[in-house]
């Protein structure tokens, strides 16, 4: 007992030997934190400056660079605010940078069409100056075409309207004689679209007149009656039986004996029988006041108020009534009046 309690007292100066003021501390840090920070007995009290390195830290940002290996290389501190305003900041140049990248994705696409859009205003222009030539060559072919019309109808002679003659005409200087320089290809067209409706007019007036003139035509005989050389012309000659000067008023056309006579041009034969002068003959009315007498035929193949067309039988030659010889008289009358055949054949 008394070895138990010398180790005991030869302790005791020694903790007495301690100032106070080294122990006092870690005894109201101990209380303070059973008492007020709910430690437990086995927690120790966090240092006040452990606390004061927490909530700095807690008051920045780090940014850390590492190497693959996980080894950092290097580590960056940053300020809250300092580093609020950087994202924002970054932000703010992320967003600029995507609005001008935009833009400039646009205006590039945009570049892209004005060429395009160049290409076809400039084929456009081309397309628009031949369309222009074009339409000016047209309308020269078309001012061609009144100078033919006139030159056809002129034969024909004026047609006069339905006002009379004593109605006189005039006019400015027309839209289609002005010049062309800046006229607009739609005013170029109208223009063209009014010449074409007038010369169509004129092509329907002409063609109307070619319908009578077609009939005109039709009734002339303009066809040989038969192929053969003349032997005796239109006009004066020496009689072959009296030798004396006498008026031929026709054609003797060289035909054999039994050769078919054929119409000229369609008609109605008048009359079908026997003269003294001419044997058997045929006389066909074509209308307009003409007629066809053909004299000398061995064979007559109509009847009189026959009708016939171009080229029908008609007889066959001969040498019947006045003839030295086989042959065809041929002879035309324009109101009861011979002419001359030569001037009506041309087929």
Known sequence: MTEMSRPFDATEPTIDSVPGTMLEPAKLG?????????????????????????????????????????????????????????????????????????????????????????????????????????VADLRKEVGAWRELHARIQEPFGPDVGRGGRDRGIGGATTASARPASGVSPSDELNRLSETIMQEGENLRALDRLMARAGKALAALPSRWPVRGAVNSEFGMRQSPWTKAPEFHAGL??????GTAVHAPAAGTVVFAGTQPEYGNAVIVDHGQEIKSLYGHLSQVAVQPGQKVERGALLAYSGNTGRSSGPHLHYEILVKGRAVNPRAYLWD
């Not at 609020?84 to 833009?103: K, N, P």
């Not at 003797?252 to 004996?257: Q, V």
Request: charged share 25%; with cysteine.
């Open 30 to 134: 101990v209380r303070r934190g059973w008492l007020h920070r709910g430690l437990g007995p086995g927690r120790a009290a966090c240092p006040g400056g452990r606390r004061r390195s927490v909530n700095r830290r807690r008051r920045q940002f780090s940014l850390l660079v590492m190497r693959g290996d996980g080894v950092r290389v290097v580590r960056f501190n940053f300020a809250r605010p300092l580093a609020v305003a950087g994202f924002v900041a970054l932000a703010g140049v992320v967003s600029v940078m995507g609005a001008l990248i935009g833009d400039w994705i646009q205006l590039r696409q945009l570049t892209r069409e004005s060429v395009t859009f160049a290409a076809q205003i400039a084929e456009q222009r081309k397309t628009i100056d031949d369309f222009n030539h074009r």
């Open 252 to 257: 003797d056309i060289s035909a054999n004996r």
